[in-house]
């Protein structure tokens, strides 16, 4: 996963103010050089590991900070991967309840935890980096040149969004037979194919998965005129 806090530490208006130390896990020896920890979201998977881990921090005296972006205890039923992260969860509030601070990404997410006091908790709202986006070198005339039809979409995501997806598919589809001219580009998102000549379905090149090989490789793409992200209206979207 991208450390998400990671844009945030690394802007330019900070001057390299932080050095960041990646820990391979909870027994990382580079933690004792460390000023702060920062946890993100189920980083630390059993509850053992958060407990020793934990006791090491203190032994150390070293704040920790959980980040967070994802209400895992919010799981719909349906869910594919919700005892999974039900398990995980129980971790993730075992770090929290020690934490000096948790960092969420939404007010309602933050809510969610309100066994925790409002004093160490604040929310930081996912944004795009711009060092990863945007594509000052793209020429118009490429761009334009790529286009195959009047209207591209574009809709990405994690391989467990098959009910999501459905929210726009039949929409989409109600376009295309009243003769409107619709390419959808799905990238990851889900685990159904439709065989629609008007859905492309690609995946990323082997090695490219991590966020920022991710974007610098979809921008070349440079033919979306919109990007969606169909969620079910249910308390975990």
Not at 57 to 77: A, M, Q, R, V
Not at 190 to 207: C, K, L, M, Y
């Amino acid at each position: 996963a991208y450390f998400r806090l990671f844009s945030v530490l690394t802007a330019e208006c900070l001057g390299g103010a932080f050095e960041i130390v990646l820990l391979e896990n909870t027994k990382d020896h580079s933690v004792d050089v460390c000023d702060v920890v920062v946890v993100q979201r189920v980083a630390v998977e059993s509850e053992s590991d958060a407990e020793s881990f934990i006791k090491k921090l203190d032994k150390l005296n070293i704040p920790l900070i959980i980040d967070t972006d994802d209400g895992f205890s919010s799981l719909p039923e349906s869910h594919p991967q919700k005892d999974y992260y039900a398990r995980l969860d129980v971790v993730l509030r075992q770090l929290i309840a020690n934490a000096k601070s948790v960092v969420f990404s939404t007010v309602p997410l933050k809510g969610e935890y309100d066994d925790i006091s409002d004093d160490k908790k604040c929310v930081i709202e996912n944004t795009l980096d711009e060092r990863f986006w945007i594509n000052y070198r793209a020429a118009k005339s490429n761009i334009e040149s790529k286009r195959t039809t009047d209207f591209n979409i574009l809709y990405m995501g994690t391989a467990t969004h098959d009910n999501d997806f459905l929210e726009a598919y039949g929409a989409l589809k109600s376009l295309v037979e009243q003769g409107y001219e619709v390419k959808l580009t799905v990238i990851g998102a889900v685990s159904t194919r439709f065989n629609e000549d008007w859905i492309e379905f690609i995946s990323a090149p082997p090695g490219l998965e991590r966020y920022p090989r991710f974007a610098r490789w979809l921008r070349e793409f440079s033919i979306f005129d919109l990007g969606i992200a169909p969620l079910n209206n249910d308390d975990f979207n």
